[in-house]
C-alpha cells in the first residue's frame, strides 16, 4: 500500500500521509513519497493547488522516531533525509496543509512549510523533540518562530507544550480554523478558491510573500515590484483585466 495516496480534482489535487498505524510518522518511505508526489504535481498544468493532509487522529506525529533511534550522526548526513524538505521549498504550486489532530515535530513543521493551514478544532500542534533529546531539524526553529514570533516559539519549543487549534489562530501559525467533521472539505474549499485566480499571478505571489520570511523589506519589495511587472507580462494578466471590463468570468492558461 503506498504511503502516500494522490487524488486529482482538477484543478486541484488532495495528498494525503497513508501510515495511520504509526499516526503518519515521517519515515524514509512517506517522505519520499511525499515528495515524489509533490514535484509530479508541480509539473503538471492543470493541477493548481494541493492540498496536504493526513488522517482525522493525525496530520503526522513527527520524523520516525524508531528510524532516529537506529541511526548515527553520520547515517543522517550521508542520507542526506533533511536535505529532502529543500524540494518542498522549490514547489511552485500554493499548498494548503488540512491539519486534523496531532500535527507535531516533523509534522508541525511539516505543516508550516505548506503556504497556510487550514486546521480542524482538534488540531494540536507542538514541538516536542527536546523531550527526545534532540531539536526540531526540519526548519521548526526557524519557521515557527517566525510564524509566531520569539515568545510563543520558546515556549512551544522549550516546554513542549501543545497549542490547540484555537490558540495556534491567534498565534498566527493558522489561517482558518474549521468544525471537526469537515476539515477536508473546507481545506479543499480554500483550494479551489485558490486555483480559480491567475495561476501565474499566484505562484508569483506566494514566492513574494515567502521573500517577506527570508528577506530584508528593502529586498522584498524590490523582489515585489519586479514579480508584478512579470505578472503583468503573462497572459493571464491580459485575460484577467479583460474580462474585468468585459463583465464576464476569466479563463486563465497558466501563461
Ligand atoms: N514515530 C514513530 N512512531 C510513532 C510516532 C513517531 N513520531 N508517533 C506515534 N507513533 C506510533 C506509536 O509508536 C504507536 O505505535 P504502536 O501502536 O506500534 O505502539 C502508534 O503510532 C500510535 O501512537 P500512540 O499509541 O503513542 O498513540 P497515543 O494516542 O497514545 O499518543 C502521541 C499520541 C501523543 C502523538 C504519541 O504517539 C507521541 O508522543 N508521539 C511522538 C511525538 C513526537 O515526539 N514527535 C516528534 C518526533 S521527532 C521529530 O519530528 C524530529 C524532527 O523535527 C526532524
Known sequence: MSAVLVEREEPIAVVLLNRPEALNALNDEVMGELVEALEELDR???IR???LGGSERAFAAGADIGQMAEASAMDMYEARRIDRWDALRRVRTPLVAAVSGYCLGGGCELAIACDLIVA?????FGQPETGLGIIP??????????????????DVILSGRFLDAEEAERAGLVARVVAREAWLEEAKAVARAIASKGPVAQRLAKESVNRAFESTLETGLDFERKAL?????????GEGLKAFTEKRKPEFRGR
Do not use: H, N, P
Not at 531539524?137 to 520569539?150: C, M, N, V
Not at 511587472?229 to 494578466?237: G, K, Q, R, T, V
Open 44 to 46: 503538471e498544468d492543470g
Open 229 to 237: 511587472y512579470l505578472a503583468f507580462a503573462s497572459e493571464d494578466a
Open 137 to 154: 531539524g526540519a526548519g521548526g526553529t526557524q519557521r515557527l518562530t517566525r510564524a509566531i514570533g520569539k515568545a510563543k516559539a520558546m
Open 120 to 124: 480542524s478544532e482538534t488540531a494540536r
Open 49 to 51: 493547488c494541493v492540498v
